[in-house]
C-alpha cells in the first residue's frame, strides 16, 4: 500500500498564511509515501511569490511531484506571459516539467497541461500524448500508474466542459488502457469518480481525481482542501483505492477529514466501491 497526499492551487500571493502552516504541519504528521502537487503554485508569477512557494515547498515531505498550472506561467499580463513563460516556475521550483516516480507499487508520472496558449485552459499536445503512453506502457499493470495535470481530463456532470484538457476524449481513450488514476486541480473543487460516466470506451476506465484549493482565498463555494489517497494491490482484491478529503474546519482550526470514497478495478475498469465496509487497505 502506497500513501499519497494531493494538494493543488496554493496560489502564492493569494493564500492564507495560517492554512498554509497548518497544511505543512497537516502534511509532515501524515508522512505520505508521495506529494502530488496539481499547479497553480501562484497566483501572478512573480520571483517573490514564486520564492515563497519554494520555501513551502521545502518544508513539506518529500518526495514530491509537481506540475505547472495555468497561474504559473504570467497570467493576468501577456507580454511577459509570451516572453517568460515557465522560466521562473523552472528557477523557482523545478526544470523537470515531466517528472517521474516508480517504486515497486506506484508509477506517478506529471505532465505539462499549462501552455502559453490557450492562456486558461489546458492541452496536452500530440507528442506529449505518445510520450505519455509510451511512458506508461513500459510499467507493469500490477502497479497502481498515476497521471498528474493541473487541467481535469474528467469531471463530475453537470461541469462546463471548457474546464476539461481540450481533445480529453481522444486522450482518455489513449491513456485509459494503461493508467489507472488521474490527479488535477485547477477548478477548486474536490471530487472523484469513473471516467466511465462521460468516456463510454467499452470497459476501459479510470479513477479521476480532484483536488480543491488547499491554502487559497480562491474558494468557489467549498472549503480548502486536499486529498489523501490510500492505493494498493493485492491477489485476493486486485487493485484498490481510497480517497480520503481533508477539509479545513474555520472552527477547529485545523484540516479534518471528510468524505471518504473506495474505488476499485473490475470487468470494466475502475469504478466506486460501493461497499460501505470495506476495510482500509
Ligand atoms: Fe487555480
Ligand atoms: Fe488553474
Not at 169 to 175: I, Q
Not at 220 to 245: H, P
Request: aromatic content about 10%.
Amino acid at each position: 500500500m502506497r500513501s499519497i497526499a494531493h494538494i493543488s492551487d496554493l496560489h502564492f500571493g493569494y493564500n492564507d498564511p495560517l492554512l498554509a502552516k497548518k497544511l505543512c504541519e497537516t502534511l509532515r504528521e501524515m508522512r505520505p509515501d508521495v506529494l502530488v502537487i496539481s499547479g497553480d503554485l501562484v497566483e501572478h508569477a512573480t520571483a517573490e511569490e514564486f520564492a515563497r512557494a519554494r520555501e513551502f515547498l521545502e518544508q513539506l515531505p518529500q518526495p514530491q511531484i509537481v506540475v505547472p498550472g495555468n497561474h504559473d506561467l504570467p497570467f493576468y499580463n501577456l507580454w511577459r506571459r509570451w516572453t517568460e513563460g515557465l522560466k521562473l516556475y523552472c528557477r523557482f521550483i523545478t526544470d523537470n516539467l515531466e517528472p517521474v516516480l516508480v517504486d515497486d507499487e506506484i508509477a506517478v508520472v506529471g505532465a505539462t497541461s499549462s501552455h502559453l496558449f490557450p492562456v486558461k485552459g489546458g492541452k496536452i499536445n500530440a507528442e506529449q500524448l505518445d510520450r505519455l503512453v509510451r511512458e506508461f506502457s513500459k510499467f507493469p499493470s500490477s502497479l497502481i500508474r498515476i497521471l498528474v495535470t493541473h487541467h481535469p481530463f474528467d469531471l463530475p456532470e453537470p461541469s462546463n466542459p471548457r474546464l476539461l484538457v481540450g481533445h480529453s476524449r481522444r486522450a482518455v481513450a489513449r491513456l485509459a488502457p494503461v493508467v489507472d488514476l488521474l490527479l488535477a486541480g485547477h477548478v477548486h473543487l474536490s471530487s472523484s469518480g469513473s471516467t466511465s460516466t462521460r468516456y463510454d470506451l467499452g470497459g476501459e476506465a479510470m479513477v479521476f481525481v480532484q483536488a480543491g484549493t488547499a491554502i487559497s482565498d480562491r474558494n468557489k463555494g467549498e472549503a480548502n482542501s486536499f486529498n489523501l489517497l490510500e492505493v494498493g494491490y493485492t491477489e485476493a482484491a486486485g487493485k484498490q483505492a481510497v480517497i480520503s478529503r481533508y477539509f479545513w474546519c474555520k472552527e477547529k482550526g485545523r484540516f479534518e477529514e471528510g468524505q471518504r470514497r473506495a474505488y476499485c478495478f473490475g470487468k470494466s475498469g475502475w469504478a466506486a466501491w460501493d461497499n460501505a465496509e470495506h476495510d482500509r487497505l
